[in-house]
């Protein structure tokens, strides 16, 4: 399974592009990167995937290196409520569950 | 729409006695997942199903955890003879199954946390 790595915290101040990175560098060929981010006492939410094309819908962006050995995802414009862990995931294979790593704890300050 | 909700959302309970906890997927979606997460820990993988049958139960951490699904739909997840490691908050999520393998994503609902004294 493709391991990922990823700092374990970062600051942004709000209003700035939060640009949180990952490194995947074993990922196989039809692995998929997603993220996920954890607000304080809920759920995990999805953001974004991709497999090797960039990717941008209306929560961030997914820059993905042309050799998928690491990933960037970009808050454009980060606010208060983007304070979370956010989660940098390699999906296993043909498995169906995904293992989460313990993700970068980003807080965005005023 | 509505999303995946979980009972109860808060759960105290004796070592030693059983807990069962709800969940409730995405209409719709027929794979559905079991994690647990510690205080200030990562998620954790326990069990994944597709439809009503588990293909995946690697990560229950003991026979005394338990989980079944009924009518493609509620899923019940059961410790029985609880311990205080056992305390977490439990997560379930769901996601459209595997005609569409290669990319989807899981929803999670709130999670219940249970606390064992």
């Known amino acids: 399974d493709a391991k990922t790595t990823q700092p374990t915290s970062m600051d942004c101040a709000e209003g700035r592009a939060a640009n949180l990175p990952c490194n995947h560098s074993?990922?196989?060929?039809?692995?998929?990167v997603y993220w996920y981010r954890q607000i304080h006492s809920q759920g995990p939410q999805y953001i974004i995937h991709?497999?090797?094309n960039n990717e941008t819908n209306e929560m961030a962006s997914l820059i993905i290196t042309e050799d998928r050995k690491s990933s960037t995802l970009i808050l454009p414009h980060a606010t208060l409520r983007d304070t979370a862990v956010y989660y940098c995931?390699?999906?296993?294979?043909?498995?169906?569950?995904?293992?989460f790593g313990p993700g970068t704890r980003l807080s965005v300050l005023p | 729409g509505a999303g995946v909700s979980q009972s109860p959302s808060n759960k105290v309970t004796e070592k030693g006695k059983d807990v069962e906890l709800r969940c409730d997927p995405i209409?719709?979606?027929?794979?559905l997942y079991w994690y647990r997460q510690s205080l200030g820990q990562g998620l954790e993988f326990l069990i994944y199903f597709q439809g009503n049958s588990a293909p995946d139960k690697s990560g229950l951490p003991s026979d005394r955890f338990s989980a079944e699904r009924t009518g493609g739909s509620v899923s019940t997840l059961t410790i029985q003879r609880t311990q205080q490691e056992d305390s977490a908050v439990y997560l379930c999520?769901?996601?459209?199954?595997?005609?569409?393998?290669?990319?989807?994503?899981?929803?999670f609902g709130p999670g219940t946390r249970l606390t064992v004294t």
């Open positions: 074993t990922i196989s060929g039809n692995e998929y």
């Open positions: 991709g497999l090797k």
């Open positions: 209409s719709g979606h027929t794979a």
């Open positions: 995931i390699v999906r296993v294979g043909y498995g169906q569950n995904f293992v």
């Open positions: 999520a769901s996601s459209l199954g595997p005609r569409t393998i290669y990319s989807y994503e899981q929803y």
